[in-house]
């Protein structure tokens, strides 16, 4: 993704679209007061410049998978193709270079126990360029990217009249077929894609497949984020954290981590470091006072080992296309 400036409009529309990224042109326009051409036109340009893109994201959980953060570090000629190999998978996410580029870190679901045991225990470990590899059960996030306060721009006002309009009918439980798979693989890539080029690749009409999509939102299923690099609303310094905090205070930690502006994604995993968070800065001494600061006043977390992102190879949703 392109990262460009973006005015207070843009701003504006990115937040709209974090809180409801199928938001009707229309709807978006009326929230920010201005025309849905207007609405129309910055969206396209942004999406054409390769700014943002909202992405079509399956919750896992809610299908009974499971997600792990994964680590792996690797020879200096071979983190970027390892990267890259990892970022074109369909189970991967969040996939960075860190630090001195040697070092991977990527989010991994897993649908089966099978399909861990391939990855996690084999195939990874067997690739002769990657020197160590850690995977951690993520338990319960915290934070959430689309939930990220540092890029909040609208009133309340406006986020509760979006967030009315979003609402779905709930579902308990919902099973995928083969319609739903067809469907989730566009969205993944374009998760504003129309409900005829759905209805096309599902085998079924445009109405069957905006009250399947809403089912499927309703069910907590697949959600629609933003793809958007962070530079691109001021903050230039992304990190990984990884933190031993006592147990006892490991929620409390985590819950406080998520009130922060700076954290877009905060988990609580098994192993050793046993919280991760994704943090995002204006610059290298806003990192350096956020860590000693804020992250420095709770008294639960022993150690902290931190990383900055030295080059993002996907975030939500597919990885996109090269070029």
């Known amino acids: 993704m392109n990262t460009v400036s973006l005015d207070p409009l ?13 938001v009707p042109f229309r709807t978006a326009a009326q929230v920010l007061g201005v025309s849905e051409h207007t609405v129309a036109r910055r969206y ?12 079509g994201v399956v919750n896992g959980v809610a299908l009974g998978w499971t997600s792990w953060t994964v680590r792996l570090r690797c020879t200096p000629d071979a983190a970027g193709g390892v990267a890259a190999a990892l970022a074109s998978r369909p189970d991967t996410s969040f996939v960075y270079l860190l630090s001195g580029g040697t070092e991977i870190c990527c989010n991994v679901v897993t649908r089966s126990t099978a399909d861990r045991d391939a990855l996690l225990l084999h195939k990874l470990p067997r690739t002769s360029r990657v020197t160590s590899v850690s995977a951690h059960l993520l338990l319960r996030a915290t934070a959430l990217p689309n939930d990220w306060a540092g890029a909040a721009e609208l009133a309340a006002e406006q986020v509760d009249h979006l967030r009315l309009a979003v609402a779905a009918p709930r579902v308990e439980t919902i099973a ?15 998760g504003r894609a129309g409900y005829t080029e759905l209805a096309s690749a599902a085998g079924c009409s445009a109405s069957t497949v905006k009250r399947r999509t809403d089912a499927l939102r309703g069910a907590g299923v697949v959600s629609y984020e933003v793809d958007i690099a962070p530079a691109a609303l001021g903050f230039a310094a992304e990190a990984r954290l990884w933190m031993s905090v006592r147990p006892s205070g490991l929620l409390g930690v ?7 502006p700076e954290v877009s994604f905060a988990a609580l995993t098994t192993g050793p470091s046993n919280l ?18 804020r992250v420095g006043a709770l008294d639960a977390i022993r150690t902290l080992e931190s990383a900055p992102v030295i080059r993002t190879l996907k975030r939500a949703g597919a990885a996109p296309a090269a070029g």
């Open 254 to 260: 985590g819950q406080a981590l998520a009130g922060h």
């Open 10 to 22: 843009d701003r504006a529309l990115v937040h709209a679209l974090r809180i409801d990224g199928r």
């Open 176 to 190: 995928l077929d083969d319609a739903d798979r067809s469907m989730l693989r566009i969205l993944a890539r374009d």
């Open 44 to 55: 396209r340009r942004l999406r054409a410049e390769g700014a943002l893109r909202v992405v």
């Open 276 to 293: 991760v968070a994704a943090v995002n800065c204006r610059d290298a001494e806003d990192l350096c006072r956020y860590l000693t600061e």
